[in-house]
């Protein structure tokens, strides 16, 4: 709380902030989600509780989905 008052005396505009921070979690949630969905594919890794046929559909769709978003924002800015 110390840190956003003292942001917000200097001159930060904590909307803008808030706005920034959110667009870097939607962006740095796609590599995670790429890995979640390598990591949970593996036998290896998991044994015998390796996730489903469709769930790994659902979760490169999840990502296509989401790299489809960031690179439409990034041309759009």
Known sequence: MVLGLILDFVGFNAVKMLVYSAVLNGILALP??????????NPKIMGTRVSSRPLRYLG???AAIMTAAAVGMFLTM
Do not use: G, I, P
């Open 60 to 62: 490169w769709a999840t």
């Open 32 to 41: 995670l989600v790429v890995l979640v969905v390598l990591l949970t594919s």
